[in-house]
């Protein structure tokens, strides 16, 4: 069983940053491929960036690349998504997710999700 709670969302204008925290716990969470995942409105839910357990190599989306960095500090149990250079399309609730497979991850699949948190990138 993993827990996932996010956090570090906000209101922000375009240009701006933000970094999101994914608070995970659970005795076997260390073991989880994570990613950070989003809907807008009207929009489907879309990947955005996941990290391996294996060897923390990560994977983007196109949209967010050279833009988002996902981290992830396992002492801390926590996930990160770093977002700089925001654009008004970045608006949508994200949620942090747990999978073994990156892969699945990719698919915007996954076992555990978080509730999510609120990103709002004002022109």
């Known amino acids: 069983q993993v827990l996932l709670v996010e956090s570090g969302g906000g209101l922000v204008q375009a240009g701006g940053s933000l970094r999101l925290s994914c608070a995970a716990s659970?005795?076997?969470?260390?073991?989880?491929?994570m990613g950070w995942f989003r809907q807008a409105p009207g929009k489907e839910h879309e990947f955005v960036a996941a990290?391996?357990?294996?060897?923390?190599?990560?994977l983007y989306a196109d949209s967010v690349k050279g833009r988002f960095t996902i981290s992830r500090d396992n002492a801390k149990g926590t996930v990160y998504l770093q977002m700089n250079s925001l654009k008004p399309e970045d608006t949508a609730v994200y949620y942090c997710a747990a999978h073994r497979s990156v892969i699945v991850l990719q698919t915007a699949r996954a076992d555990y999700w978080g509730q999510g948190t609120q990103v709002t990138v004002s022109s």
């Open positions: 659970g005795r076997t969470v260390s073991t989880y491929a």
């Open positions: 990290i391996n357990w294996i060897d923390s190599s990560t």
